[in-house]
């Protein structure tokens, strides 16, 4: 485990072209069909984040965002864009098909309930325990927040991602067939994963690993 890395709440201040790097890179082959092409959906991210929706790891010994991790939590997630933007960006006729795309990959929370908004790490930081961290700040989140439980979709081409998820308590609830997405954005099945929160006195506070 890179023990070192150290884990902040918030996308701070500079790093949103990066956080759009690795959300990009986690995540290009889906919102693709969205935001594409790479390179001006890497700059819509980054110039639409909410940076108060984010918990990122920091290299060790710098500042250098090498994972992050975003949640959606009164009806803001850390990608943000409205219809306005979309349109703004990608000009009518190409924006009004894009925002089909984006309605669909759409996912609010339930009562007292915190929606994962995708979690990524850099390739050359992968399987150093960055990813368990962020899970678990996450949950921290929640709790502070009066949350009962995280929510979560992965779909059926990441099984590395969903055996993270298993070993940090998510359990399947219910597994919904979408073999018309397979060919616009590369999977053909969605598992919707839940986490209970358990209630904690210290869930509020900025924690740095």
């Known amino acids: 485990m890179d023990a070192a890395a150290g884990i902040r709440r918030g996308v701070p201040p500079g790093a949103e072209e990066r956080v759009a790097e690795l959300y990009w890179d986690a995540f290009g082959r889906k919102l ?3 935001l594409g092409p790479a390179g001006r ?10 940076h108060d929706r984010g918990v990122v790891a920091l290299a060790p010994g ?15 997630g850390l990608t943000g864009g409205g219809v306005r933007d979309v349109l703004a960006g990608y000009g009518l006729l190409r924006g009004l098909p894009r925002l089909a795309v984006l309605a669909l990959l759409e996912r609010t929370p339930g009562p007292r309930e915190l929606v994962m908004d995708g979690i990524a790490v ?3 930081h992968r399987g150093t325990g960055i990813g368990g961290l962020l899970l678990t700040e996450i949950a921290a989140v ?3 927040h009066g949350c009962a439980r995280v929510r979560l979709d992965v779909v059926d081409v990441n099984p590395r991602a969903r055996a993270l998820y298993e070993r940090h308590g998510f359990t399947a609830v219910r597994t919904e067939r979408t073999p018309f997405l397979r060919g616009l954005m590369g999977f053909g099945a969605v598992t919707t994963m839940h986490r209970t929160v358990p209630a ?10």
């Open 41 to 50: 959906g890497r700059a819509f991210i980054a110039r639409h984040l909410h």
């Open 200 to 209: 904690g006195p210290h869930g509020g506070e900025d924690r740095r690993r």
């Open 32 to 34: 693709g069909a969205a």
């Open 62 to 76: 710098g500042s250098d965002v090498v994972g992050v991790a975003g949640y959606r939590l009164g009806g803001r």
């Open 142 to 144: 929640a709790a502070a």
């Open 122 to 124: 850099h390739p050359d």
